[in-house]
DNA sequence: ACCAATTTGTCCGTATGTATG
DNA sequence: TCATACATACGGACAAATTGG
């Protein structure tokens, strides 16, 4: 061993690409940048960081890819707030990678169903119940289309999600969501008598909403994805088979 | 106006590197590339895709963003299985950039919590309840130092999930654990008392695992919780500032 | 321990299409 | 309509790191 000492910290290379995606980042975590405003061209970074056209690029886009960066109209490099779609669609793909089962999925859709109408029950506004009914009407008029009711069920439990007032836990459905809600189809398939059940569901939660009723929304929201758990398993599915692009065909680009 | 008629949809043209990533994300989404699997060459993509070194590079920095694709020690390409934590990263930072509360935080941590709880108790093998208990053990040994009791009790939840054996509502749980549970040192600051009494609360939590007892899981669940607000707002804290980088530091890189 | 081949990281210059004023 | 600025994509090049003899 010709070694003097153990002096230096070992010396990790980052590469540059990822140093330009770093420093933009601390700009926009720090506040200095806020949702909006602009970057720059990508010639004006290439000035700033001192690097090439091409490292500039790869860089931007790690950061497109998160939506801390977004394009304007023009193609223009801004601050972006990312939406949570955005993150959920990576995050459901990790689900699927996972082969997590349909257990898991409906014990967490579950749960965070509960959390949700707790919420929703103490915040709704008469807005927000008129556009719930709303759509209830319009997914009773379209019953023997299972497609079509599994739209309108989808877009039912988002916007009782925005009443539950809280972004953390609509961040923490959203992948479980992508996953599960496009199934309704199957589990409602065929049948009217499932798209009935679900309706009938659907307006006892803007019911306990009425009423302010904690007990009434925690039942059937039970109810309802008990339903849902039924006919997934009626129409020849298992519970412990992992969730799939198959039957989760939504998670698709 | 000297249009035929309006025969043709609309094109909207897809960058060249948005293709490459899209066209290796099905390969691995379909499962015919399997995690771990190697992706091939930077050289071998350009053959293969008939586009520019460049341009695959920069596809290749979005699925990398995401997990999907990871370098070896090598840096060779492979088939990655994005990791939670990676995915909770960007997730909390978006979090922060739409300045969520505190409150919205706790809220949803206290649902998610009681879920986890509920699964806990019915899954906990002998072995977790024991490493849980060691974990208490060492807790108890540091009281008088904030940073590492904090240390500890994100251990000890990070573990009580696990218990849980739910991976979907694992990840729904990351992105709040990672702004949460760094602000413990600050809730726990200072007095003995708080970290006593939050040591107090793990050990009931492992009485319910060990009883199976749902009820007291969820009790002590929630006085944990409570403990945690009532320190957060002793030390001069509003549960209605945004989360930011300086009470929630290890959202940082 | 050394060498040759491969591969990645970075850079330069250029061409093309498009959006804005 | 035209000119300018910009993003997209390409080809070629070289140094540094890694691999496998």
Redesign the interface.
Known sequence: MSEVAEKFARITPVPA?QMVA?AIERE???GRLR?GDPIGTEAQLVRQFGVNR?TV??GI??LE????VQRDSSRRLAVG??H?DQ?AT??S??????Q?SFR??W???M??S??TI??AVSRATEEEIAALEANIDATEAVLNDPAAVAAYDSEFHIMLEKTAR????E???E??NMLIYPTTHVAVQGTEQGGRRLVEAHRMLVQALKLRDVDLGRLWTRRHLIDWRKGFERTGNDLDQPVD?VTAPS???
């Open positions: 690409y770093e926009i975590l720090s949702p091409s690029r790869e886009r790690l890819q998160s939506g801390m707030l990312p949570y993150l990576r995050a793909r990790a689900l699927i990678l996972h997590v898991e999925l014990e967490a859709t749960a965070l509960l959390a707790d919420l809280n972004r953390v836990l961040l923490a459905r992948p479980s692009l998670a698709m680009a």
